[in-house]
């Protein structure tokens, strides 16, 4: 059991009660149990005081999901009154309002070895080094796990934790992002019966003053992986079953009249961590370790995260969504977005998949557009004749002011560098060529009235066509 876990059970082994502390043992010298004799509310409601009296000064904490009041043990019951969150589908409810667990930024801190929720639960960070903090915020899925899973309802779940701005702000801001994305994902759920699109919230709960939401256990995201993978390439028959995936979800999304606006490979997770290594024809350093080998995941499900950016779709949208590299060119020419905006995210992620890269590298909007410019081509007149006031500053004689009002001869060097969307899609691809190239065209289109939807792409020769016969 984990070192802490033994304060659990009143012997003087863990780091987080000492029994020989006057502060945290009971008036015998003994260590309070969770509920020593089953019929002991008030050491409970002792235990429950002296953890957090214990936590207030610390920056460690662990989670899990515990926030079930039908599946709760007996010694629950002793639950400070009147902190149940009502109206609430899922039955969350809130700890008591104590002090933050938050760093300078208002993060939730976590780490190895902490104690939280409503009783004596003992959690331990997966997926990272022991001892590590585990910083949550809204969109960040921490792998956190339960090391004594008979005191929870749900085991092995990961968290999404909300920052919050302190008491004061506990009715707005970001808790308030936190809750309308509990709604969300709870609408999600009850369409995707299946749970094979997006990820699934198993339960949400309220514990100083963060709203922390328990999804399933899932495994790296596709941006982790290329991370550490040196940035190789996937393959493309892997490309494909990830892009169908993808596409499927975004289609669900829209049918539902919803536009998730932030779809990027760090919001995409493989459902399994396994993975093997194959050989790497294409590397030709020879310095590093395992040059000539690449990892490529075991299975190819995915599922798609962070709703918190979510909307449903609305006239004239003009405010600026989605990460800078998969940010829609109608985005940045204030020109109004709707559903086609997550089209063209999708678009640059296949990419990156095959490529290993971002598309579009940059943090400048003129930069950005002239680097679409450089991959697409010219951009429609129509849509430069629009562009929003603040845009106008990009333009100069209805065209793009480039390379003049570039920032630096660096970033002009920056465009220059990009090749052409079929020279770039070649030079990663061995087969199906000219089948991703075409799709890639449909998913990147200038014009959103004339970029593929979701339903269509999935028709799409790169997906429909039987790929198993090659010469």
Known sequence: MHANANALNGTNGGDI???????????????????RNGKSPILFGQFWGMILSHMDGKKAWAISDCAKPNSLPAWHSSRPSGNVISGKPNGGFQAPIVPNASDTSKHFVASDGGIMSFGPNICTQSGTNSGSNFKGHFGSHGGIQPVVPNMCTQVHS????????????TLGGNREAAMIEVDVLQQLGKHDKGGNR???????FDYRNHVCIVFEKLGPSLYDFLRKNNYRSFPIDLVREIGRQLLECVAFIHDLHLIHTDLKPE?????SPE???VPDYKCSSRSLKDTYFKRVPKSSAIKVIDFGSITYDRENQTYIVSTRHYRAPEVILGLGWTYPCDIWSVGCILVELCSGEALFQTHENLEHLAMM????????????????????????KGMLDWPEGAASRESIRTVLKLPRLQNLVMKHVDHSVGD???????????????RLTAREALQHPFFSRDHLRRL
Do not use: F, T
Request: overall charge positive; glycine content about 6%.
């Open 267 to 271: 919001n995409i997770l493989l459902v």
């Open 373 to 396: 410019e450089r991959v697409l081509g010219p951009m429609p007149l129509h849509m430069l004749k629009r562009v929003d006031r603040d845009v106008e500053k990009y333009l100069r």
């Open 158 to 169: 990961p968290l999404n934790i909300i920052k919050a701005h302190g008491l004061a702000s």
């Open 17 to 35: 009660l000492d029994g020989n502390n006057s502060q945290n043992s009971l008036s015998d010298g003994s260590l309070p149990s969770a509920n």
């Open 275 to 277: 993975y093997v290594k």
């Open 436 to 450: 991703l190239i075409n799709l890639l065209q449909g998913l990147l289109r200038y014009d959103p009235s004339e």
């Open 198 to 204: 997006c990820v699934q919230i198993r339960n949400w």
